[in-house]
């Protein structure tokens, strides 16, 4: 059964950064889409970022350019989101999700069939 296991979510002011991991394990797929979500109280699920295992294409929402980076590690099966110049409304929980659907629209949530437990990620003002 695939298992993604999140970390690296916290605490921290307004302007500061946090590293978020993404930990996958039996996928029983080699090339898939590595997304980023977050939802918030009283908000709708969100995109934040994607990546494509194989050949690392990024996909960014638009709100978050320029502040979020994704990345890949290969080695450890994990996809890293670097979050800086964070600010209160990027208070959520942060949920990595993965999909074997290289065809599917990346901030779709519905694309993807697996889901990590999630991180809770707080931002002071």
């Known amino acids: 059964q695939v298992q993604l296991v999140e970390s690296g979510g916290g605490l921290v002011q307004a302007g500061g950064s946090l590293r978020l991991s993404c930990a996958a394990s039996?996928?029983?797929?080699?090339?898939?889409?590595m997304g980023w979500f977050r939802h918030a109280p009283g908000k709708e699920r969100e995109f934040v970022s994607a990546?494509?295992?194989?050949?690392?294409?990024?996909y960014y929402a638009d709100s978050m350019k320029g502040r979020f980076t994704i990345s890949r590690d290969i080695a450890k099966n994990t996809v890293l989101l670097q979050m800086d110049n964070l600010k209160p409304e990027d208070t959520a929980i942060y949920y990595c999700?993965?999909?074997?659907?290289?065809?599917?629209?990346?901030?779709?949530?519905?694309?993807?069939?697996?889901w990590g437990q999630g991180t809770q990620v707080t931002v002071s003002s």
């Open positions: 999700a993965t999909t074997r659907n290289l065809m599917a629209v990346p901030a779709n949530p519905a694309t993807y069939p697996y």
């Open positions: 039996r996928l029983p797929f080699s090339n898939y889409v």
């Open positions: 990546i494509t295992w194989s050949g690392g294409s990024t």
